[in-house]
């Protein structure tokens, strides 16, 4: 359900968000959701609160991903996912962050293109 | 702009969710090719998020006569690939190529493998502050001159001067629209990260980030 109406231009993203504007999570762009252990959505969901949670039953997306899908900026995306995170609904993948590239992690992206060249 | 939510149709299946998230940044001038580049090597069709920046108004465009504030929405088109046998999924970011929104590239840059600085030979000086930012932010890369037409007008060595690149820095002519093409590029791009990951390991373990 995109959010795409030009008469309200920038000002109903953050109507969502209840004015907030910084998420409380430090989420990055490539940061993965997926269901929590708890059901419960955060007091009073909104239409988009629900959409995330039900992307992330399908697979294990990530930020930018479910930001482009609902068609929200960024920044909005990152708020709702914090109420999300904080109500238990949704889980951070890796909760230590997105993973470091590594010198063994290259070595294995390396592998997997060797393998497509 | 493509925001369909596409939750009815069944996806096929996944497989196993990959356990580690790794990121590409493919950046330079404008039409320099950065989505034509995702799009060769991507398993979804490119999406767009928009990232809406609140700047101060001086020097930036005004968009809504606001005097002070402004807000700028900053179009980021990317694609991902998974690796199911290596147990990573990567995904590829093109950045706005503008300067003033440097200080959002930063955050996409952070953690990321490297990136590919896209070369236009007609517009070579739209590559040097995707060169700037990677060298700001310590950010291995590699320039990848998109042949747009089959001659290319000069020879690598000759862009490489121009472009006042060191001499480590890979530099390879390629075709976005081709997937071989762009596959080769992505390798280059990961095996010259693992060399000057070991390279900055042996020399100084202990490497603070950049000045000012």
């Known amino acids: 359900m995109p959010i795409t109406d030009p008469a309200l231009g920038d000002v109903r993203p953050y109507v969502l968000t209840q004015g907030r504007t910084r998420p409380r999570h430090a989420l990055d762009l490539i940061s993965r959701l997926i269901p929590g252990e708890a059901d419960p959505l955060p007091f009073m969901p909104s239409a988009e609160h629900s959409a995330l949670v039900d992307l992330c039953r399908d697979s294990a997306f990530s930020v930018s991903e479910l930001s482009a899908r609902l068609g929200l900026p960024v920044q909005v995306t990152k708020v709702l996912l914090g109420d999300l995170i904080d109500s238990g609904a949704l889980r951070l993948l890796n909760p230590a962050g997105p993973t470091d590239p590594e010198a063994h992690l290259m070595e294995k992206l390396l592998d997997g293109l060797r393998y497509r060249l | ?212």
């Open chain 2, 1 to 212: 702009m493509a925001c369909a939510t596409d939750s009815d149709t069944a996806p096929t299946d996944p497989g196993p969710i990959p356990r580690y998230e790794l990121k590409v940044v493919v950046t330079g001038g404008f039409g320099a090719g950065k989505t034509t580049t995702i799009a060769s090597v991507s398993e979804i069709d490119i999406l767009t998020t928009e990232a809406g920046l609140t700047t101060a108004g001086a020097g930036v465009d005004d968009l809504n006569g606001l005097s002070n504030k402004t807000t700028t929405t900053v179009a980021m088109d990317f694609g991902r690939i998974t690796f199911p046998e290596q147990d990573i999924i990567l995904y590829l970011f093109g950045t706005p190529g503008q300067e003033r929104f440097q200080f959002m590239w930063d955050e996409l840059g952070r953690g990321a493998v490297g990136a590919v600085v896209l070369a236009d030979t007609r517009r070579l000086r739209d590559s040097f502050v995707a060169i700037n930012w990677c060298e700001h932010l310590r950010l291995p890369f590699v320039v990848a001159v998109n042949r747009f037409d089959d001659a290319l007008p000069y020879e690598p060595d000759e862009i490489r001067q121009a472009l006042d690149l060191d001499a480590h820095v890979p530099l390879m002519v390629f075709d976005a629209r081709e997937r071989s093409s762009a596959w080769k590029v992505l390798y280059a791009l990961v095996e010259h990260s693992l060399q000057q990951h070991s390279i900055r390991q042996h020399s100084h373990p202990s490497a603070s980030g950049a000045t000012g």
